[in-house]
């Protein structure tokens, strides 16, 4: 075939996974190859903790599997803030800053998750600024959305 060279590589039922999620869409398939190469595979129990409300983020999570059921503490109790279904990500601002994760990641199934450590997130960056320019776009704009949602909801309760 003359034209073989234009031909996409094929991707990985993982990578096509990725690609499928809101973070990696706009990626080109040798881009979420690349990618593919810096994620880490996690794999947790039915109620296990996948991280604690006060601990330091180092990293993002995909739902790759299983479901993820994310809690806060409000006045001494636990407050359900949302289940995670497999294509979601969460604890998108560890690969920003440093600061405390503001809530609690439980699995409620058994769960597969590709996680995205920040240093590594930093690295693609230096190296692959177009990759890392897509994926920072995807991940302020899925900021902004729940901003906007969480603007939206003390606005309805307020006009309560």
Known sequence: MIFGFLKSPSL?????????????RSLKP????????LMHERRYLPDEIIFDEGEEGQALYL???????????????RQFVTDLEPGSFFGDLALLDNSPRSAQARALDAC????????????LMET?????YKISLALARHIGQRMRLQIDGRAHVEAL
């Open 12 to 24: 990985s039922p993982r990578q096509r996974r990725l690609q499928g999620t809101q973070l990696f």
């Open 30 to 37: 040798l881009e979420i190859k690349f990618v593919d190469g």
């Open 63 to 77: 739902v790759m599997g299983g479901r993820v059921r994310i809690s806060r503490e409000l006045h001494g109790k």
């Open 112 to 123: 597969e998750l590709a996680v995205f450590f920040r240093d590594d997130f930093l690295a």
């Open 128 to 132: 692959d600024a177009v990759i890392g």
